[in-house]
């Protein structure tokens, strides 16, 4: 039910959803194509607060057509990130998306980036995030070789280093030293939303109107 990955905050925002939905759900821009079963282009709000990007979907993605929608580590690792930024911001909105919307068993090479790239930037443009999360130092290395920031403009990016090791270690101190590092990212993350909320709140105090954009 997409009612149930997608949730929609204005009548542009659904249509310009619709109008992407339509151009990338049967692309074949890439080799990607060939292995999957269904495109996985997002989960969440539009527009949102926070973006949350992977690398690429996963066989129960493939399946699903949500990005990081199943309990697996990345999926434990944002759920943390979101459920502490819900504590810090409770009107705070947040989506998710990988670089590459394709499942496939081998390794994403710069090539299917930046074909996929334009799709990416297209979803940023309609997601309209106040800060963008790297799930991973890879994902930002993968992005910086791929061009994408030059695509986007007006945003914060923010990276968690290796959130799949976070919390699978045996290591005390390691696993101490990643949990810092991600509260570090969270507490980043809603001190730039909370910074730009206060440039948009009225000269009377009142809230902007909860999960409306923030320019």
């Known amino acids: 039910n997409e009612s149930d990955i997608i949730c929609t905050h204005s009548k542009a925002a659904s249509h310009a959803w619709e109008e992407h939905k339509s151009k990338w759900q049967n692309c074949t821009d890439c080799t990607r194509h060939n292995t999957r079963h269904r495109v996985a282009l997002y989960r969440g709000h539009l527009p949102c607060n926070v973006l949350l990007i992977g690398v690429a979907p996963c066989r129960s993605s493939d399946s699903t057509g949500a990005p990081m929608s199943t309990p697996n580590v990345l999926q434990l690792c944002t759920g943390s990130i979101v459920r502490h930024l819900t504590l810090s911001i409770p009107t705070i909105t947040h989506g998710y998306t990988n670089l590459l919307a394709c499942y496939s068993d081998k390794e994403p090479s710069n090539t299917t980036i930046k074909a996929c790239s334009t799709r990416l930037a297209e979803l940023i443009s309609i997601a309209r995030p106040d800060v963008i999360v790297f799930l991973g130092t890879r994902v930002g290395t993968l992005v910086l070789q791929s061009n994408l920031l030059t695509q986007v403009h007006d945003c914060a990016y923010l990276s968690v ?39 948009m709140t009225p000269t009377d105090g009142t809230e902007p109107p909860v999960n409306s954009p923030i320019d």
């Open 161 to 199: 280093s290796d959130p799949h090791m976070i919390p699978h270690t045996n290591d005390s101190i390691k696993r101490t030293h990643r949990k810092r590092m991600l509260d570090n990212t969270i507490r980043d993350a809603a001190e730039l939303v909370k910074r730009k909320r206060a440039i």
